[in-house]
T-cell receptor, first 114, second 116 residues
Framework: GENVEQHPSTLSVQEGDSAVIKCTYSDSASNYFPWYKQELGKRPQLIIDIRSNVGEKKDQRIAVTLNKTAKHFSLHITETQPEDSAVYFCAASPEEGGYNKLIFGAGTRLAVHP | SAVISQKPSRDICQRGTSLTIQCQVDSQVTMMFWYRQQPGQSLTLIATANQGSEATYESGFVIDKFPISRPNLTFSTLTVSNMSPEDSSIYLC?????????????FGSGTRLTVV
């Protein structure tokens, strides 16, 4: 089955710096890679996702890159702000559309210091 | 975007008892997914619930311990049976949100279970 590894487990940056979180996956059949942000005591919130036919996707200060050959994908947050502090999870699935399960990475606790 | 209502939001239960968690989606979905998130940990899939058939359980999770119902395309329940303190966790349901631009899996607000 699919296995998703995520690094680093914790990340501390100064406000305004960039943050990068990396994930690798094992199943070459995986084609859908979402990222979730979870604030303390709240549900995971989908912040960006990428499909296997795309190498990069941006949404304002966040971007995700995908390298299918190497089986890894990364989350990039630029100009970090204190409100970006949260736990971030990557995930992988064989397909989008709600018919397949998500397998999650272990999570990265991001702290942005003013 | 789809909204998933989950209840109860939290409960404290005695060991040996059972708790049923409910999730209601405001649109029809084929699959619903149940996850467990232990304190400070990631999300682990318990089972996938498809309307009209038995749920599919992940390794380490069994139907006798976590029975699931899926009576229609908008509703599902997860029961945590014969609870022990090790079952203390957050339980989350999830489904695909077609209303979101490009779609995506969305989550209920979670049930924080404490077993004493």
């Amino acid at each position: 089955g699919e296995n998703v590894e995520q690094h680093p487990s914790t990340l501390s940056v100064q406000e305004g710096d960039s943050a990068v979180i990396k994930c690798t996956y094992s199943d070459s059949a995986s084609n859908y890679f979402p990222w979730y942000k979870q604030e303390l005591g709240k549900r995971p919130q989908l912040i960006i996702d990428i499909r296997s036919n795309v190498g990069e996707k941006k949404d304002q200060r966040i971007a995700v890159t995908l390298n299918k050959t190497a089986k890894h994908f990364s989350l990039h947050i630029t100009e970090t702000q204190p409100e970006d502090s949260a736990v971030y999870f990557c995930a992988a699935s064989p397909e989008e559309g709600g018919y397949n399960k998500l397998i999650f990475g272990a999570g990265t606790r991001l702290a942005v210091h003013p | 975007s789809a909204v998933i209502s989950q209840k109860p939001s939290r409960d404290i239960c005695q060991r040996g008892t059972s708790l049923t968690i409910q999730c209601q989606v405001d649109s029809q979905v084929t699959m619903m997914f149940w996850y467990r998130q232990q304190p400070g940990q990631s999300l682990t899939l318990i089972a996938t619930a498809n309307q009209g058939s038995e749920a599919t359980y992940e390794s380490g999770f069994v139907i006798d311990k976590f029975p699931i119902s899926r009576p229609n395309l908008t509703f599902s329940t997860l029961t945590v049976s014969n609870m022990s303190p090790e079952d203390s966790s957050i339980y989350l349901c999830s489904a695909w949100d077609r209303g979101r631009s490009g779609g995506g899996y969305t989550f209920g607000s979670g049930t924080r279970l404490t077993v004493v």
